[in-house]
């Protein structure tokens, strides 16, 4: 049967998830794992929107295809009328319905690594022409093509923590392909480039996964052009939320301040970890999201395996195309695991000399 699988994108390898927990308790006999590999939000979601999760019990009905209430809360959320907003499973199914949308075999896809490999997959997937585009020594896009159908732009950048500039995400957008704007981490920043969805060439997406903390239930929504909308409720799998997740969500954003609360924690602790991490000498790289980029002298695989012994998972971002086999992502956890991080951070530093 092997043969009748030919599509050229399954001879790549599988995506590797980072190291779960179980797999660190059982190989390393550690008792208390600390995740700091996934940049979830460690304060974990509002009360009310677990609530609204667990009252829902009709589990045996299709959930709607179109759920308007959420899309009235995105859309005071996010300032956007409601035929601009869509939802999917996830950024991860807001890209793919783009992807099936916008791009065929030899479409000029423009991406920046290191990012978020799931567009590199998605790519691969369509047999798009993949076009790297530079960043500077500070990570920022810099100088790039103008002949595109899709750029793909993460603010803040998945590992590398940076901004991008607005200036350059205009001219992208001046050429007049598609540019997906990737804002999963923004409730951690300073700025926004949602103002830039007025044009009719952009997408900007969001997600429930990070700040909210409910990156289980899988929900995600963009704003979009209004003609985009059209085609995207043509594209996406036709039940992309389930009911729970819509009430959660729902019930999230009627807590705004809890999640705003959980940011300020992320963010301070941000600050304290980055200053004590350059304390111990390790090149880190300021972040505008949850979690820090840092740039070792030893090899990342063993700097992640001595702490993994020490019970902590940390992502080695020696995989991510772009990065060298120095490079690892830290997630902010709450601060008595920050603390139990930077404490076990010092002891590595030592045993790896
Ligand atoms: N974009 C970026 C930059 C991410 O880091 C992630 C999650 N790791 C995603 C998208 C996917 O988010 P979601 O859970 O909404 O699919």
Redesign the pocket.
């Known amino acids: 049967m092997n043969s009748l699988v030919k599509k050229p994108f399954l001879r790549l390898k599988e995506y590797v998830p980072g190291k779960d927990e179980d797999y660190v308790k059982k190989r390393y006999g550690v008792e208390k794992v600390i995740k700091l590999a996934?940049?979830e939000n460690p304060h974990g979601a509002s009360p009310r929107a677990i609530q609204a999760f667990r009252e829902y019990d009709r589990l045996h009905i299709y959930p709607p295809s179109h759920p308007e209430e959420l899309i009235q809360k995105i859309s005071e959320y996010t300032g956007f009328e409601e035929s601009r907003i869509v939802v999917?499973?996830?950024?991860?199914?807001?890209?793919e319905a783009i992807f099936k949308i916008f791009i065929d075999k030899g479409d000029r896809v423009l991406i920046a690594p290191p990012?978020?490999p799931?567009?590199h997959t998605l790519a691969e997937i369509s047999s798009a022409d993949t076009v790297r585009v530079e960043r500077d020594e500070n990570f920022m896009i810099s100088n790039p093509p103008r002949e595109f159908k899709l750029a793909i732009v993460?603010s803040?950048?998945?590992?590398t923590g940076n901004l991008e500039r607005e200036e350059v995400v205009r001219s992208l957008i001046d050429s007049g392909g598609i540019v997906f704007i990737?804002e999963?981490?923004v409730e951690f920043s300073s700025r926004t480039l949602l103002h830039l969805a007025d044009s009719e060439n952009v997408v900007v997406?969001?997600?429930?996964?990070?700040a909210f903390g409910l990156?289980n239930l899988?929900?995600?929504y963009a704003v979009v052009p209004e003609w985009l909308r059209k085609f995207y409720l043509k594209a996406k799998t036709p039940f992309p939320l389930s009911t729970p997740a819509i009430k959660a969500a729902e019930a999230a954003l009627d807590d705004i301040e809890y999640m705003e609360k959980t940011v300020d924690k992320v963010r301070k602790e941000r600050q304290r970890v980055f200053s004590a991490l350059r304390k111990e000498g390790l090149e880190v790289f300021p972040s505008e999201?949850n979690f820090l980029f840092v740039r070792l002298k030893v090899e990342s695989s063993r700097f992640c395996e001595e702490l993994m012994k020490r019970g902590i998972i940390i992502r080695d971002c020696s995989g991510f195309e772009g990065c060298s086999n120095r490079d690892v992502r830290i997630s902010i956890g709450k601060k008595e695991e920050n603390d139990i991080l930077l404490q076990s951070v010092g002891e590595v530093l030592e045993v790896l000399g």
């Open positions: 996934s940049n999917g499973a996830g950024i991860d199914g807001i890209l990012t978020f799931y567009y993460c803040p950048n998945n590992p990737d999963a981490y997406a969001r997600t429930f996964s990070k990156a899988r929900i995600g999201a």
